[in-house]
């Protein structure tokens, strides 16, 4: 058994386009729900413990602040756990951008768990990428799938609930 102090290390990258919300997410995995804001700061990286099914879990969490064309995402995600694949449900360009770069992070000899976001999807009157648009890349690639609002909370709890679950059931 693990000692008192003991946690479970594990890391998530989130790549994507500028302006998909990708920082307003992490900040949803470190504050609570009253203080989600849109986040324009960068967080560069930060840690967060949690604790489930007295579980301590300590997630390093990434942003790449939109860096052109995820620049240095291979070398990121192999050192990663998990990957938070970031797009804008109004922005189809951010959706394309990512199916262009999908491709680059399946690697047989990744231990990488990848989780397709669909971020904005409160927005459904500016949607461009239909949500079975993106659950079936999710699909074709073995990816986990989420359509969440990262500014109002929409689905934010489950995803990190369900990272922390997947984190648990590794060890």
């Known amino acids: 058994m693990k000692g008192e102090n003991s946690y479970i290390f594990q890391r998530l990258i989130v790549f994507g386009d500028s302006y998909v919300g990708k920082t307003t997410l992490l900040k949803s995995f470190i504050l609570n729900k009253q203080d989600r804001v849109y986040a324009f700061c960068n967080i560069d990286f930060h840690f967060q413990v949690y604790e489930k ?9 990434f942003d790449t602040y939109g860096q052109h064309r995820f620049q240095f995402q291979k070398e990121q995600s192999k050192k990663s756990n998990f990957v ?12 394309d951008n990512i199916c262009a770069q999908v491709i680059d992070l399946i690697q047989p000899s990744y231990k990488t768990s990848i ?13 461009q990428v239909p949500f079975q648009e993106g659950l079936q890349l999710s699909k074709q690639y073995g990816f986990y799938f989420y359509e969440t ?7 934010v709890d489950g995803l990190i609930n369900d990272v922390l679950d997947k984190i648990i059931q590794t060890q």
């Open 53 to 61: 099914n007295n579980q301590k879990i300590k997630l390093q969490l």
């Open 84 to 95: 938070l694949l970031v797009y804008d449900t109004t922005n189809r360009d951010s959706f």
């Open 115 to 127: 989780i397709l976001v669909g971020n904005k999807c409160d927005l459904s009157s500016k949607r």
């Open 149 to 155: 609002s990262a500014l109002q909370g929409i689905s």
